[in-house]
């Protein structure tokens, strides 16, 4: 219960530092200052030192980070030290999509199961990864001991398939769909609004052409 | 320049106000009160009272708001009250799914033109969005004076399509590349990163598991 609350932002921002420490890891770089480390994730160093600071010292003041210890530590902080399996239910065009996407790529988590209703993707193995009936979801899922999914489902069995999710034992959706979908207290949804994205970027060039280009990333 | 400066969190909720108050018109609904927008857009009111203060009084307190003028609001603050033309650069799997991904249903913007080097899609017009090799990039958005891009390009070549799109004067980019590509302060940049939103999902299921399933929206 001590644990410190870490800011949602602050989350996003670690497997932007995560990537950029392995690449510096394989490159045989041993330590970073904080200015470089600045530069090159864009972020501010004002940030950066608010974010490390939900973690304890993680730097030292006139010495910078040592690449391999702060690697490690956000390695363990993301999990990543061990593979996280995933599924992906409805295998429309954006689940073909990601079923492609590369997520496991110097990631260790990865698409391990599909689901779909289509008789023609039922069966078969996808991109590597088993296409099964929607009708063996929370049997499959529950034997996988897969909890979390990423949800291309058409908007209008959004909710139904998340009820099912639940059922499943599922803690964690990425809920690709437009709609905000209702779960319990005890799942957490992560909403990716493509739509959203866009008219979100329309309206800052809209309304900050000139006078601020650059906005606060909260 | 006396605009007030809205804070990115609250820029990204405008889409959500704005999808509910087309549905509530749509079904007829002439006021909505705060509560009920509240729990139907699963954000608390103390939010949306704070999002809806750096554009005035738009509601009345014991009235609460005015479905249509706060939609026509809200369309013309989300430039929905004309269409936005976007293009697409990089026709892969991802590319494909956004060709096919219904951004314009019911939102006034559409993918009006895409850019690959593959001779098997350049001339081609795919879920009705023509394929113009990239040699032709520069000139035909220039011509069809886009200033919207969806970035879908393979990461080793990131960072020099953004810096051709700048010579074509493209302001926006919906970057899903995973690198952080580096632009002038006139442009700005909507990172999509889905390995960092899977990353983050894993993360928070992971520390706050039972203590604080809640977490601030910010």
Redesign the interface.
Same mark, same amino acid.
């Given at each position: 219960?001590n +644990?410190p %609350?870490?800011?949602?932002?602050t989350? %996003?921002r670690?497997?932007?530092y995560?990537?950029y420490l392995r690449f510096l890891h394989d490159a045989g770089k041993d330590r970073i200052s904080s200015t470089e480390l600045s530069e090159a994730? %864009?972020v501010d160093s004002a940030t950066i030192r608010r974010d490390f600071s939900y973690f304890g010292a993680l730097g030292k003041r006139g010495y910078g980070y040592d690449v391999e210890n702060l690697m490690n530590f956000f390695s363990k902080?993301? +999990?990543?030290d061990r593979l996280?399996n995933?599924a992906l239910v409805g295998v429309g065009?954006?689940g073909?999509?990601?079923l492609?996407?590369n997520?496991h790529q110097s990631?260790n &988590?990865r698409i391990s199961a599909a689901f779909d209703i289509n008789e023609d993707l039922i069966g078969k193995i996808l991109s590597g990864v088993p296409v099964y009936p929607m009708s063996d979801m929370i049997e499959q899922l529950k034997i996988q001991q897969i909890?979390?999914v990423?949800l291309t489902v058409p908007t209008k069995v959004a909710q139904e398939t998340a009820n099912e999710l639940q059922k499943a034992g599922v803690?964690?959706i &990425?809920n690709f769909t437009?709609i905000?979908i209702?779960v319990p207290?005890?799942?957490?949804v #992560?909403n990716?609004?493509?739509?959203?994205?866009? #008219?979100?970027?329309?309206?800052?060039?809209?309304?900050? +052409?000139?006078?601020?280009? %650059?906005?606060?990333?909260?």
């Open positions: 219960m +644990k %609350k870490v800011p949602k932002a989350a %996003k670690l497997p932007i995560y990537r994730v %864009k902080t993301l +999990k990543q996280t995933v065009n954006l073909h999509a990601l492609n996407y997520f990631n &988590m909890e979390i990423i803690k964690g &990425m437009p905000r209702t207290d005890d799942m957490r #992560q990716v609004d493509l739509t959203n994205e866009l #008219q979100t970027l329309i309206y800052f060039l809209d309304h900050y +052409k000139k006078e601020e280009p %650059k906005l606060e990333e909260e």
